[in-house]
């Protein structure tokens, strides 16, 4: 593990020719709360006036990249929706190579507005009646009566052992308060569901889409590939900057990509001590600024 630097802007500067594309974490990577970190306006600036690929990847399904976008601006950082690829963006080339494209689909909860799946080019419905005419199941996100979908989900699964388990956000948990409160994620719902199979004799795998699995990775770096044509985007000379070690490094080291965590999140010093194998970064920095 290098550690070069303590703030990541200075050392980017110089090192930015060593990569061919960045990705970026959001939440404790670029703001914190509401509010935009030190240097991450800046940062995105540089990228954009140096016609640098980049891109924010987040694991949150639940809102649009358009209304993420809106977030961002307002915390300080002005980022485009076009910037934003969603752990929901990669249903796109999941649908596309799955023959998916056109089929009907059953979203547990919602995935965005616009929806992520209607994008991807499926047809949404989330009719109990109609679970049972579907290609596939999406656990999605959001608040919504959990019991009713999740039993019709395993029934389902009972009739359908090798439809597709589709989980955008692998999340199990996620922050849901000020006083420390959380809630439990898409990832959380759909292990339950697939504990529940395996109680039944039915092995049923999900297919994860987010950090830190490969497919937003790949998802990603092809995205990358054709927005800067005439750049040459090498999918292991792409760094991943982030503050998770066990989605934003896990991810990237597992998925071939560089990483560099960015001590500014929900990873402190103590935690970084104990990292090892594939949950050890590249490099570490305080701080973007």
């Known amino acids: 593990m290098n550690r ?35 240097g991450a306006s800046e940062l995105i600036s540089w990228l ?36 934003i690829i969603s752990c929901a963006s990669a249903l ?12 009907k689909v059953f979203v547990l909860g919602e995935l965005g507005n616009p929806d992520y799946a209607e994008e991807a080019g499926l047809l949404v419905t989330r009719d109990l009646k109609e679970i049972n005419d579907v290609s596939a199941i999406i656990v999605g996100e959001g608040e919504y009566d959990w019991q009713p979908y999740l039993t019709a989900a395993l029934n389902y699964f009972v009739k359908n052992r090798e439809a597709p388990l589709v989980v955008p956000n ?29 109680e039944m004799g039915i092995e049923k795998k999900p297919v994860y889409l987010g950090k830190p699995y490969k497919a937003i990775y790949e998802y990603a770096v092809e995205a990358m590939r054709r927005k800067f044509i005439g750049k040459t985007v090498h999918f292991e ?14 991810g990237a080291n597992t998925a071939g990509l560089s990483s560099a965590l960015l001590l500014t999140g929900i990873t402190g010093h103590e935690q970084l001590k104990k990292a090892s194998g594939d949950l050890l970064p590249d490099y570490v920095f305080d701080s973007i600024a």
């Open 170 to 198: 692998p999340d199990s948990y996620w922050p849901a308060g000020r006083k420390g409160e959380f809630g439990i994620g898409a990832g959380g719902k759909a292990r339950f569901l697939v504990s529940l199979l395996d």
């Open 237 to 250: 000379r792409v760094l991943m900057l982030g503050d998770s070690l066990r989605s934003d490094i896990l």
């Open 92 to 103: 796109e080339s999941y649908a596309e190579n799955n023959a998916l494209k056109g089929s």
């Open 48 to 83: 954009r006036a140096h016609e640098y690929p980049f891109y924010l990847l987040t694991n949150d399904g639940n809102h649009s990249r358009q209304q993420k976008s809106l977030f961002l601006c307002k915390a300080g950082v002005n980022v485009n929706y076009e910037e």
């Open 4 to 38: 070069p630097a303590q703030k990541f802007f200075e050392w980017w500067k110089e090192k930015h020719n060593d990569f061919s594309g960045i990705l970026f974490d959001i939440d404790g990577t670029l703001i914190s709360g509401k509010h935009a970190l030190p």
